[in-house]
């Protein structure tokens, strides 16, 4: 699987009834449903694709506090050197190596984009990607879809998200069930 420079892709896992959290934050017990040896080596892909990684403040203060003290695993240490953004009105001061703050997600995120700065991942953050999503920034959808439901929680695809014809470009069957879809949208064709 290839992806072109400079890309904006959004890499998360979602149930079938298309929540990204459940009812209570960092409730992401049914990643478990899927995840192993392909998943990780998936998540590995991506990240040796990424020049940057885009997170909304929740998720980047969970991720900064999970790697900066995660030493014995080997992602860790790609993870923390690498550059980050995060999107935030709140943050003043990043508590994460390599991490430069936006105020503006949607703009600025934007001219990164048409300056050409590589490929942007966003992992998770699903009140950014909503925001990212209604702003056509996103290049590539890549879920990994965890065959549960969960009934309540956060959606990733909230009312509000514009309707976008999508071309399915891939997908992966896990052996967990899980499968991961990657899809393009329609107007990244042109």
Request: proline content about 4%.
């Amino acid at each position: 699987m290839s992806t072109p420079q400079n890309s904006n892709e959004l890499i998360v896992a979602t149930t079938l009834d298309g929540y990204y959290e459940g009812a209570k934050p960092w409730d992401l017990e049914f990643h478990q449903t899927v995840w192993g040896d392909e998943l990780e080596a998936f998540t590995v892909e991506q990240l040796d694709m990424a020049n940057m990684i885009v997170y909304g403040a929740n998720t980047y203060h969970g991720m900064a506090e999970y790697w900066q003290n995660a030493s014995n695993d080997p992602k860790a240490e790609q993870l923390n050197t690498m550059p980050k953004v995060v999107c935030s009105t709140t943050i003043d001061t990043p508590e994460w190596e390599n991490t430069t703050i936006v105020r503006d997600a949607v703009s600025e995120l934007r001219t990164v984009k048409e300056q050409g700065n590589g490929n942007m991942f966003v992992f998770g953050s699903g009140e950014l990607s909503q925001s990212l999503m209604k702003a056509d920034l996103f290049d590539e959808y890549r879920l990994c879809l965890a065959p549960v439901f969960l009934g309540s929680g956060k959606r990733l695809f909230a009312e509000g998200v514009p309707y976008q014809k999508l071309v399915l470009r891939e997908e992966r069957r896990l052996d967990t069930g899980g499968i991961i879809l990657m899809y393009v949208p329609t107007s990244s064709l042109d």
